[in-house]
């Protein structure tokens, strides 16, 4: 076993805020500052290691224990269904998934009677989910990106997709017609690895805990 602790984390836009949140119970990494196409950075004074991989792959580097513990956004957990322990919210990355679909086309229709309908998605699994709940039948679309582009190119009418600031969905003639999830960002942690580093484990949740409630404490 490695006597190291691994972390799987984005390389996206979570990876800056993993760090700054670990910074604060004192897991850092100098190898990771500045400019570098390596993706596996180690702190062997303080036996951290850290490896920026796809934020879709984080759930499956984290489930076959090559990283003990992973940050995800809730949205690719509820997509992939892993089995995973998830034992905080570390309330970054807040967006929310939605179901959308051109203005104009709100404007002649009520969504209430929705009964089959094509959707482009990046998160199947979710959509299938939720319609299957109201009793929609869909055909679903995967797309692996610019899901906005659907609508517009008549790929497909409505869509099921993040949304943060709203700007995307603004700038090309999208409206919100429900919203299916709040997302934050997860720990996850390989159930292995919680028996077997339990006590350097058990403290970086029980420190980030901490953490998270003093800050949500002070708004
Ligand atoms: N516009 C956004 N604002 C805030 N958080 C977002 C936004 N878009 C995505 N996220 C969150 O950040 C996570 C990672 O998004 P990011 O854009 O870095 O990766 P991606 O390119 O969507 O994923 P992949 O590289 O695996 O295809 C998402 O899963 C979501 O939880
Ligand atoms: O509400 P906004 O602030 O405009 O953000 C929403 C956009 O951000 C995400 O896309 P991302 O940047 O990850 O690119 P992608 O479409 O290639 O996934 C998401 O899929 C939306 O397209």
Not at 142 to 153: C, W
Not at 165 to 182: C, P, Q, S, W
Request: aromatic content about 8%.
């Amino acid at each position: 076993m490695s006597d190291y602790i691994t972390f799987a984390l984005p390389k996206g836009r979570i990876m800056q805020d993993s760090m700054e949140l670990f910074a604060k119970i004192g897991i850092t990494c100098p190898e990771m500052q500045g400019d570098s196409r390596k993706l596996v950075f180690e702190n062997p004074e303080t036996k951290f290691r850290f490896m920026a991989v796809r934020a879709t792959d984080v759930p499956t580097y984290v489930e076959y224990g090559c990283a003990d513990l992973g940050v995800v956004g809730k949205d690719t957990l509820l997509e992939q269904g892993k089995d995973l322990y998830e034992p905080l919210d570390l309330k970054f990355g807040y967006c929310r998934l939605v179901v959308a679909e051109p203005g104009e086309l709100l404007r002649d229709e009520d969504p209430a009677s929705w009964s089959n309908i094509r959707v482009a998605t990046k998160y199947p699994n979710v959509t299938e989910r939720f319609f299957a709940g109201r009793g929609v039948q869909v055909e679903l679309i995967k797309l692996y990106g610019s899901i906005e582009l659907a609508p517009l190119v008549g790929l497909a009418e409505r869509i099921v997709d993040l949304v943060s600031t709203g700007a995307t969905m603004r700038e090309n003639g999208l409206v919100e017609v429900e919203t299916i999830a709040e997302i934050t960002s997860r720990l996850i942690v390989n159930r292995a690895s919680l028996k077997t580093k339990h006590q350097r484990i058990t403290r970086i949740i029980q420190d980030l805990e901490k953490v998270l409630a003093a800050e949500s404490a002070n708004g």
